[in-house]
């Protein structure tokens, strides 16, 4: 059986404590994360052999550059 | 204790469930849960319009005890008690942020300040979009209007706490259609 009195009063106190400071920042943290969440999460896919050996077999560019040109599309999937 | 049965929708997968999944989208109602349905085709229906990804769903059925949850549909003190709560939640963030927050950011807040850990789960309701389910002619206008009377609940269930979920079961797989 829930305590519906004690439960208002629990959450009276609790807003009494809040600052303007204290709540924004929870909702931006909040807003925040529910953005990068709608991203979904990064997961390294498999890259063809032929592209790896292509990139590492290059000679005149330096491998972390060339890497980072290829689109983010090629080594992430969205997963939700 | 009091239990009662419930429904969970979920895409089909490769193995049958052991247990239900939880809700992590953002979109949804009541934050963070296990959801399930009370009617089993309002289960179905939601597998044919939200589970489609491979093109059947699946319905399990479950106990669920219900003694410590938030009855807002049935449950008169429950239901203006929720109501007041909330939207004193949402004035303060209001007032003090200046941003109108969402039903679950309001939710989120008060399950992430600790302050109703004794509320297992919310029980809620909405109105169907789907009209072909009602056996009551809709009203027509004059003017070519047609007014659908939404006089069934589509109820659902967020369970917070996952202790209260009993016999937990496969029911039905169905192909989407």
């Known amino acids: 059986m829930l305590d519906l009195i004690n439960l208002e009063i629990k959450l009276d106190l609790a807003l009494a404590n809040e600052t303007s400071e204290s709540l924004t920042e929870w909702l931006h943290e909040k807003r925040l994360n529910a953005f990068f969440q709608s991203l979904g999460e990064g997961i390294f896919a498999p890259i063809s052999e032929i592209y790896l050996e292509n990139v590492l077999t290059y000679q005149n560019v330096v491998f972390e550059t060339k890497f980072s040109e290829v689109p983010c599309s090629q080594h992430y999937q969205l997963a939700s | ?177």
């Open chain 2, 1 to 177: 204790m009091s239990q009662s049965i419930f429904y969970h929708t979920q895409e089909s997968r490769k193995n049958i469930l052991k247990n239900p999944i939880r809700c992590i989208r953002d979109d949804a109602w009541l934050g963070e849960a296990f959801y399930f349905w009370l009617d089993l085709e309002d289960a179905e229906e939601w597998g044919n319009k939200s589970k489609r990804g491979s093109h059947y769903y699946e319905v399990y059925q479950s106990e669920i005890q219900i003694d410590n949850i938030l009855d807002t549909v049935f449950n008169e003190d429950h239901y203006f008690f929720w109501f007041k709560q909330i939207e004193k939640v949402a004035r303060a963030i209001m007032s003090k942020t200046k941003m109108k927050p969402t039903l679950k950011e309001l939710n989120d807040y008060l399950k992430e300040r600790g302050l109703w850990n004794e509320i297992h789960g919310i029980k809620f309701q909405d109105l169907p979009a789907s009209e072909e389910r009602l056996l009551v002619r809709p009203i027509e206008y004059k003017a070519g209007k047609i007014r659908h009377f939404q006089y069934r609940k589509r109820i659902q269930l967020a369970v917070y706490n996952v202790e209260i979920i009993l016999n937990f079961e496969f029911l039905k797989r169905e192909k989407c259609i």
